[in-house]
Nanobody, 121 residues
């Protein structure tokens, strides 16, 4: 049974840093596409960063140069290192996995419960 568990969220001031982690189990961690999405109340769920099945990565334009997505296959863990955080980064962050996932949340079948990130000005 596929499980994804996020951690690392919290409340920080603008300019601060956080590292999110997602521990996966019950699937082929090294071959699935994995991604981070975020959702603010009243808004749609949007992609933040992804590592695809072919090994390529992508970032949403607003986080380019500030966030870094990485994987530790030995620990079955996906990370999102976030630096220079801004109030507009405030959202619930979700980890997702799928054999063929791309950029759209509808393409991912497996989801974590989410971890809250709050950035104050």
């Amino acid at each position: 049974q596929v499980q994804l568990v996020e951690s690392g969220g919290g409340s920080v001031q603008a300019g601060g840093s956080l590292r999110l982690a997602c521990v996966g189990s019950g699937y082929s961690f090294s071959t699935y596409s994995m991604a981070w999405f975020r959702q603010l109340e009243g808004n749609e769920r949007r992609g933040v960063a992804a590592v695809y099945s072919d090994g390529t990565t992508r970032y949403e334009e607003s986080v380019e140069g500030r966030f870094t997505i990485s994987k530790d296959n030995a620990k079955n863990t996906l990370y999102l290192q976030m630096t220079s955080l801004k109030p507009e980064d405030t959202a619930m962050y979700y980890c997702a996995a799928d054999p063929y996932g791309g950029d759209d949340p509808d393409e991912y079948n497996y989801w974590g419960q989410g971890t809250q990130v709050t950035v104050s000005s």
